[in-house]
T-cell receptor
Framework: GAVVSQHPSWVICKSGTSVKIECRSL??????MFWYRQFPKQSLMLMAT?????????EQGVEKDKFLINHASLTLSTLTVTSAHPEDSSFYIC???????????FGPGTRLTVT | QKEVEQNSGPLSVPEGAIASLNCTYS??????FFWYRQYSGKSPELIMS????GDKEDGRFTAQLNKASQYVSLLIRDSQPSDSATYLC???????????FGRGTSLIVHP
């Protein structure tokens, strides 16, 4: 149990376009999902916390108008990178919390390359 | 002090040895603790969770929590080259569900 999927696993887009990344909890309901970004050889950086049916909470320094998060159901959250630029190229990872113990289960990640 | 601190390593151990990974935390992070393993280019994978003082064993892994000294550790017995990865320590603040991650410790198990 506790499987989280992400789609797509990798994407290449042109500068100025938008990209949507989906995160799904496959075998459990996740009231809360988290979005992270990780640059090569660096630690995870929490971008935002996504709660089903409400607005996402963004970490300091993360532009909410650039990184649009929607948590439409208990099993699906999406991250849209709007007007992407090469500096947005990174590894984007979502996670979903299950149970009362605050355990998080990570999706496999989406590697975004903006050309 | 950062909320969750780890030595970045790398920690190098020979195959078959015990690898000991340590993590310290601040007063704010006090409720639940987790160890994740992250292979290069992959996302983190939960390997252990611990909520109370003492040891918790799962196969070759043992997590240890000492709340008085504010540290949590992970022991890997009979280390294998496949254990070579970055190990992330995470804690959750009481009353919150948002985890705080350490920067991770790189473990290298050499044959």
């Amino acid at each position: 149990g506790a499987v989280v999927s992400q789609h797509p696993s990798w994407v290449i887009c042109k500068s100025g376009t938008s990209v949507k990344i989906e995160c799904r909890s496959l075998d459990f309901q996740a009231t809360t999902m988290f979005w992270y970004r990780q640059f090569p050889k660096q630690s995870l950086m929490l971008m935002a916390t996504s709660n089903e049916g409400s607005k996402a909470t963004y970490e300091q320094g993360v532009e909410k108008d650039k990184f649009l998060i929607n948590h439409a159901s208990l099993t699906l959250s999406t991250l849209t990178v709007t007007s992407a630029h090469p500096e947005d190229s990174s590894f984007y990872i979502c996670s979903a919390g299950r149970g009362g113990g605050n355990e998080q289960y990570f999706g496999p990640g989406t590697r975004l390359t903006v050309t | 002090q950062k909320e969750v601190e780890q030595n970045s390593g790398p920690l190098s151990v020979p195959e078959g040895a015990i690898a000991s990974l340590n993590c310290t935390y601040s007063d704010r992070v006090s409720q639940s603790f987790f160890w994740y393993r992250q292979y290069s280019g992959k996302s983190p994978e939960l390997i252990m969770s611990i909520y109370s003082n003492g040891d918790k064993e799962d196969g070759r892994f043992t997590a240890q929590l000492n709340k008085a000294s504010q540290y949590v550790s992970l022991l890997i017995r009979d280390s294998q080259p496949s254990d070579s990865a970055t190990y992330l320590c995470a804690g959750v603040t009481g009353g919150s569900y948002i985890p705080t991650f350490g920067r991770g410790t790189s473990l290298i198990v050499h044959p």
